[in-house]
Every structure is written in C-alpha cells, then in structure tokens.
C-alpha cells in the first residue's frame, strides 16, 4: 500500500484516472486477443497447443492488468474520500533538524586552522568538488569524535589561487600534534608516520578499531602528465591531553 500511495502521489489525479482507463482497456484487448488466437489459429498456423498455451498466457496478463485497474482505482477513491488531516498547532509543530555540529581541523605546526566540510560519496568516488581552503571529511570514514579512522584530504595547491593548507603536510614529523575540534570539544592526535602512496591506494581509508586521523593530499607534481602522480598520507593517533 505505501508503494502504491508513493507512485500514486507522484501523478496528478487527471493522470491517475487516465491510467485506470488505460488499464482497463488493456485488459479488455488481452481478452480479445486470447479469443482470436483461438478462433483462428489455422489461419495463424498455430497448433491447439501453441494456440491455447498463448490463450492462456494472454488472459493471466489480462487478470494482472484488472488487479492494478481495481487496485489503483479503489485507491483513488480511498484518497478522495478519506479525512482531510488537521494542521497541526504551533505547539504541536515538529522541531527543525538540529544544526549540524561545526568541525576545524588545527596543526599548530604548519598554523593550519580550517573548517571541516563533508565530501560525499558520488558514483564510486568521494566528490571534493565544493573543496578549497577547507579539509574534507571522506563520507564513510569515523566521525570526528569516534573510534576508527577519521580521513581527512585537503588541497596542496587551490585551482586559481595558490597553495592549499595542505602545502606543507609532508614535513610533518613523529609527536607533532594535530586537533579536531568538534562542536566544544577538542581532541588531540599524535603524528606517529608519513607515506608515500599512489592515487589508488584507497587502503589508507579502510576502518580500523583504534581512534586514528588520516591525512591525505598529493604530492610530487609531474610537468609532463600535469597532474600529481602519488600521495601524501600523515597517521596520528588519539593522545588524550592532560
């Protein structure tokens, strides 16, 4: 019934009770049809067999075109009849969603202060084309706050306007620290590893059961293919902070 009221809803009533009748004359030509091929199957050159299993088949589609006929016409008369809901009154209105909690990410070390925006997924990828001087939390990786990895990817360069806030990533060194701050709380996390990987290494991405932070951005720009052929990826670990 919810399937039937969401296609039911997604057509105006004009084209609901054309489709009624469209159904209903569809069935009513299954019927003749399946009368026809047996009356005059020699001339079709069908067999009584092949004639009557068609007969058959054409009439079961004729029954399943008068169920939606009944079906979608007795709903139609049940929205047209039904109840008109009462508004609801200002106290009893719903709240508006919540705000979404504001997210920085903060590397003293490299004065990076920067909100966090989300990078959702799009046909297979995570789709960064809204990113600029923000970083980007990976859709699908740990919350800021959870246990797991938190991926975070920034810009080396910005299209048009120089260097990004990740400009610097790769100097990072083990014990720099990097914050995320979420909403009023900040948490701590200890760099312990810098890599190299290429552009396919979604690994660095995966869940994991510690509370880690993964930053991602390119590196080692290549003149000819114009494009970054590896990337840049900073490991920190939660460090609670006395």
């Given at each position: 019934m919810r399937l039937l009221e969401t296609v039911a809803n997604l057509l105006g009533t004009d084209v609901r009770v054309l489709l009624v009748g469209l159904l209903a004359g569809i069935s009513t030509l299954l019927l003749i049809r399946a009368g026809q091929v047996w009356r005059h199957r020699r001339a079709y050159g069908y067999s009584v067999y092949t004639a009557d299993t068609l007969r058959q088949r054409l009439r079961r589609w004729s029954v399943i075109a008068v169920g939606a006929t009944l079906a979608l016409g007795g709903f139609i008369l049940w929205q047209n009849t039904r109840p008109e809901q009462a508004p609801l009154a200002a106290d009893e209105v719903p709240p508006a969603d919540s705000?979404?909690?504001p997210v920085r990410l903060q590397i003293p070390t490299l004065a990076v202060d920067?909100?966090?925006i989300e990078a959702p997924i799009v046909g297979h990828q995570w789709d960064i084309s809204r990113l600029r001087g923000e970083a980007a939390h990976l859709a699908g990786t740990a919350e800021p706050g959870?246990?797991?990895n938190i991926v975070l990817a920034g810009h080396i360069t910005i299209p048009g306007a120089g260097w990004g806030p990740f400009h610097e990533l790769e100097t990072l060194k083990p014990g720099d620290m990097v914050f995320i701050e979420h909403g009023q709380e900040s948490r701590g996390y200890e760099v312990t590893d810098t890599m190299f990987v290429s552009p396919t290494s979604?690994?660095?991405t995966y869940?994991?059961?510690?509370e880690r932070l993964t930053l991602i951005t390119c590196s080692n720009w290549d003149a000819n293919l114009k494009t970054y052929t590896q990337r840049v990826v900073v490991i920190a670990y939660y460090s609670p902070q006395p």
């Open positions: 705000a979404p909690i920067i909100p966090v959870e246990t797991g979604v690994e660095v869940p994991t059961d510690d």
